[in-house]
């Protein structure tokens, strides 16, 4: 079984233990520690790192596994790690929001659709290393099972109107939620919405949420924005510092419709210039959904909906538009005196149709029939299945060779190495074999080219294959070096395919 280390600096993070792919020990073993840096890897005595599933500038999340549950079920462990460049000040502040992040979780973890807080603690640390901390802060969540939304727009393209609205209509409700409970998540964007293999869609990454306090507005203190958020999704208000809103979210809400139905970068759409979002040239979508998302890019929250039960509202057919409000002299929007709503000024929905209305064709795909989809594949995992591809293609290319070598028939050569590296790449893509399969597959056909086929292959070889022998001064140095030049080989392929995949997606 392997394990991973969540201590920052480790140089060799990934650890591989046998005795714990038996259950009972993995049940029973008090602590592993890592072979590198000597850290405790079985976190709180429970649970167990799998794999790095992403790091920020404030912490890491791993995949990981409990087993004190009966099926050893599945979670996402996040560690408090703050980069090393941060001011005193702006640690303390990051601290303070990965504190709030898992009391945020404890009290919203009640919707269906907001991941539950399983453990929040501190681990502290036997032997720290110079410069690092004393101890680590942990939480533990449920884990979700899918893909978020920018993974989806990167595998899939953009959205359609059809697929915006459903994102709308599924995900508004929690926001609602979420503001009804004092809270304002300001860092709405499609990486922080996930959707679980069955469709549902789940808002994450509570590390940035702002607890609603009772300062009146403009007085800054405890409900002025920490300068954290996502650069491109963030309105004004939130950029320059100041209090945030209900539709401080539901701007970026906006911006992440904007990019999941043009596939742009935010900054792509956004002409500083004239302080304009420049996206409906890039979009097919009716009036009703583009007055709507127009009203939500306002630069003044109060222009904004107040809630996004009035942006639900102004969705629904039924709903008639009224012309834009004016703004008010004052800077700052009034809030309204309950703290335990999320909701500012209650204005009559209001819907500014900016450009002419372009009547366009509906989507032929109704909301709400999405079918689950296959997670799309990193680009770590991307390189790691082309190295073992290239391994394997120089293993099998070797072992070929030495067999149909006394047929002496090359045309049989190329046609059986076609259908093994087909077989092999096709099996990948259907994830039939993944991760330590590949490894396992890799070693024994290495094993069976080095014992099996490798005196025949020393025989028969053409004259050039007998020289390289010769000049490695082996044949296990020779399949070596041919089957890693391969892998290399492959590493380069996959990377320029990454690359071209990349621009072409930008461009089109």
């Not at 005595?45 to 009966?70: C, E, S």
Request: glycine letters at 6%.
């Amino acid at each position: 079984m392997e394990v991973y280390c969540t201590r920052p600096s480790c140089l060799r993070p990934l650890n591989s233990f046998a005795d714990l792919d038996q259950a009972n020990t993995l049940r029973t073993i008090q602590q592993k520690y890592c072979t590198a840096c000597g850290m405790e890897l079985i976190l709180a005595g429970r649970y167990i790192p799998l794999k790095l599933l992403g790091r920020g500038g404030f912490g890491a999340a791993f995949l990981a596994r409990d087993r004190y549950t009966p099926a050893m079920r599945q979670c996402v462990v996040k560690q408090f790690q703050p980069s090393s460049h941060l001011t005193p000040d702006q640690l303390e502040i990051a601290q303070n929001l990965f504190e709030r992040e898992g009391q945020v979780l404890e009290e919203l973890g009640t919707h269906p659709q907001i991941p539950d807080l399983l453990a929040f603690f501190a681990l502290p640390i036997a032997r720290p290393l110079p410069g690092q901390p004393d101890q680590f802060f942990y939480l533990v969540q449920e884990f979700i099972d899918g893909h978020n939304l920018e993974e989806e727009l990167e595998q899939q393209g953009h959205f359609s109107e059809a697929k915006v609205l459903e994102l709308l209509e599924r995900i508004l409700p929690v926001l609602q939620f979420v503001h009804d409970h004092g809270s304002i998540h300001r860092d709405i964007k499609p990486s922080n919405i996930m959707r679980r293999r069955d469709g549902l869609l789940f808002l994450l990454d509570f590390g940035a949420v702002k607890q609603v306090a009772s300062s009146r507005p403009g007085q800054g203190g405890k409900n002025a924005s920490t300068g954290i958020y996502s650069l491109g999704f963030a309105p004004p208000e939130q950029m320059q510092g100041d209090v945030v809103y209900p539709a401080t979210d539901l701007y970026a809400l906006a911006v992440t419709c904007l990019m999941l139905l043009t596939g742009k970068q935010p900054q792509d759409l956004y002409d500083a210039y004239s302080n304009t979002w420049n996206w409906r040239a890039y979009a097919q979508v009716d009036d009703r959904l583009e007055a709507v998302i127009n009203r939500m890019l306002l630069p003044s929250p109060m222009q904004r909906f107040q809630s996004a039960t009035e942006v639900l509202a102004a969705l629904k057919p039924a709903a008639k538009p009224v012309p834009p409000p004016t703004p008010a002299p004052a800077a700052t929007p009034q809030r309204s005196a309950s703290p335990a709503k999320g909701t500012a000024l209650q204005p009559p929905p209001q819907i500014p149709s900016p450009q002419p209305p372009s009547p366009q064709p509906p989507s032929p795909q109704p909301a709400g029939t999405l079918k689950p989809v296959r997670p799309p594949i990193s680009t770590l995992e991307l390189l790691y299945n082309a190295a073992f591809t290239g391994f394997e293609g120089g293993l099998l290319a070797i072992g070929f060779a030495s067999l149909l070598a006394t047929i002496g028939s090359i045309q049989s050569f190329w046609v059986v190495l076609s259908a093994g590296m087909a077989a092999l790449i096709f099996a990948q893509w259907r994830r039939w074999i993944e991760r330590v399969d590949l490894l396992l597959i890799a070693g024994a056909t290495f094993a069976a080219v080095l014992f099996i086929g490798q005196l025949r292959y020393i025989l028969t070889a053409l004259p050039l294959l007998q020289k390289i022998v010769a000049l490695l001064g082996g044949p296990l140095q020779t399949v070596l070096v041919i089957a890693g030049l391969t892998a290399l080989g492959a590493i380069v392929i996959a990377i320029w395919f990454r690359l071209i995949y990349k621009l072409l997606s930008r461009l089109f």
